[in-house]
């Protein structure tokens, strides 16, 4: 069983910065895929950035230049640093850990405010 705990949310005004972090438990973390997601009121869950098992990673177009995903396996953490805030940027982030043969899971989220 994987345990993934968010943390680093808060309130941040427009144009800062944030970096979220998520530590897994288990031995699967370094096989695995490793996204951010985020789901805004009214709004679906939508993938902000993955980085997979190799290091190569994929952004959403809204992110692209201001979000920045990265892996330390030795401490199983996957980090995101969100520089340039945007208001459209509020949303709870949840981080997800997917493996072939083990499956996907999921944290509990981390709430992310930007004030305008």
């Known amino acids: 069983q994987v345990q993934l705990a968010e943390s680093g949310g808060g309130l941040v005004q427009a144009g800062g910065s944030l970096r979220l972090s998520c530590a897994a438990s288990?031995?699967?973390?370094?096989?695995?895929?490793l996204g951010w997601y985020r789901q805004a009121p009214g709004k679906e869950r939508e993938l902000v950035a993955a980085?997979?098992?190799?290091?190569?990673?994929n952004y959403a177009d809204s992110v692209k230049g201001r979000f920045t995903i990265s892996r330390d396996n030795a401490k199983n953490t996957v980090y995101l640093q969100m520089n340039s805030l945007k208001a459209e940027d509020t949303a709870v982030y949840y981080c997800?850990?997917?493996?072939?043969?083990?499956?996907?899971?999921w944290g509990q989220g981390t709430q992310v405010t930007v004030s305008s």
């Open positions: 288990g031995s699967i973390f370094s096989k695995s895929t």
């Open positions: 980085v997979r098992k190799d290091g190569s990673s």
């Open positions: 997800n850990l997917d493996e072939r043969f083990w499956g996907s899971y």
